[in-house]
């Protein structure tokens, strides 16, 4: 579960709603709702299987 970074959204966001791709400064995804950029973070399990996970480090940018 991801959570828009912009604090007048902050709208709740599945993987499966976004879309996820490098804009190059990092993956992130755009909110459906409101554009902005959510930077996300690629983590591989052992199993193979994909995990991303939102960075609250990065400064919400519009
Ligand atoms: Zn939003």
Partial sequence: MFT???QSC???W???DVVIKNEGQGL???CPM???RNYVER???DDGAVVYEQLDG???QD
């Fill in 4 to 6: 828009c970074r912009n």
């Fill in 10 to 12: 902050g709208t709740e």
């Fill in 14 to 16: 599945e993987l499966s």
């Fill in 28 to 30: 992130l995804f755009r």
């Fill in 34 to 36: 409101c554009g902005a």
């Fill in 43 to 45: 983590f591989e399990a």
């Fill in 58 to 60: 990065r400064p919400y």
